[in-house]
């Protein structure tokens, strides 16, 4: 999991201020996915991207989060206004393709938000 | 009903034993499965992909997948201090862009 980069690895921020989080997929992938981890609980899906189009947000707060995967530069995952719930560690991971047959995610090593 | 469930442990074991780690899912439909290995404050590294029913081996590792039942069983032979992790379970859509784990088992590999 090493190819898929995240940072910053560590972030803090206050109550009320905003939170990017960058990931750049493995070489040659073009499909980019978020996943949160809260304390004590399992990784929960947040979004699917391709290069300039979000595939599926169903698992999105509906307020204050978005993600972009722009056609050049790294996926950015946005929090606005953070509050305490918002303390997570938060994955990225990336794939070569979509479709069940061969398609392997491999993730990175995760941001880890902290909001006091 | 979670989609997909997992004894968080702790799971203790001597080092050398044979682990058995397991996962149940509820949606038949699911076909490919996946173990992943997590240290503590790291990402998640893929162990083990299987389709279908049947067994998969690689190393020390097998995952086995029941449909019939709807069980995924991972199991760690000549276990070593080095595997204490949390293993996740995790089963893909169809569509194969979306993962859903299991909360994971925390193992501990005694010396």
């Known amino acids: 999991n090493a190819g898929v980069m995240q940072n910053p690895r560590h972030l803090v921020r206050r109550r009320g201020q905003e939170a990017r989080l960058r990931c750049s997929p493995m070489?040659?992938?073009?499909?980019v996915y978020w996943y949160r981890q809260l304390p004590e609980e399992g990784l929960k899906f947040m979004v699917y991207l391709q290069k300039e189009n979000i595939i599926d947000e169903s698992g999105m707060p509906k307020e204050r989060f978005s993600a972009e995967f722009p056609k050049e530069g790294p996926s950015i995952l946005r929090i606005q206004q953070v509050v305490r719930g918002d303390s997570a560690a938060y994955f990225c991971?990336?794939?070569?393709?979509?479709?069940?047959?061969?398609?392997?995610?491999?993730f990175g090593e995760g941001s880890w938000l902290t909001v006091v | 009903q979670k989609e997909v469930e997992q004894d968080p442990g702790p799971l203790s074991v001597p080092e050398g034993a044979i682990v058995s780690l397991n996962c149940t899912y509820s949606?038949?439909?699911?076909?490919?499965f996946m173990w992943y290995r997590q240290y503590s404050r790291k990402g998640p590294e893929l162990l083990m992909y299987?389709?279908?029913?049947g067994n998969k081996e690689d190393g020390r590792f097998t995952a086995q997948v029941d449909k019939s039942s709807k069980y995924i069983s991972l199991f760690i032979r000549d276990s070593q201090p080095s595997d204490s992790a949390t293993y996740l379970c995790?089963?893909?859509?169809?569509?194969?862009?979306?993962?859903?784990f299991g909360g994971g088992t925390r193992l501990m590999v005694k010396p």
């Open positions: 991971a990336s794939s070569l393709s979509s479709g069940g047959t061969g398609n392997t995610i491999y």
């Open positions: 299987t389709y279908s029913s």
């Open positions: 949606n038949s439909a699911f076909q490919y």
């Open positions: 995790a089963i893909i859509n169809n569509a194969g862009n979306m993962l859903t």
């Open positions: 070489k040659g992938h073009s499909h």
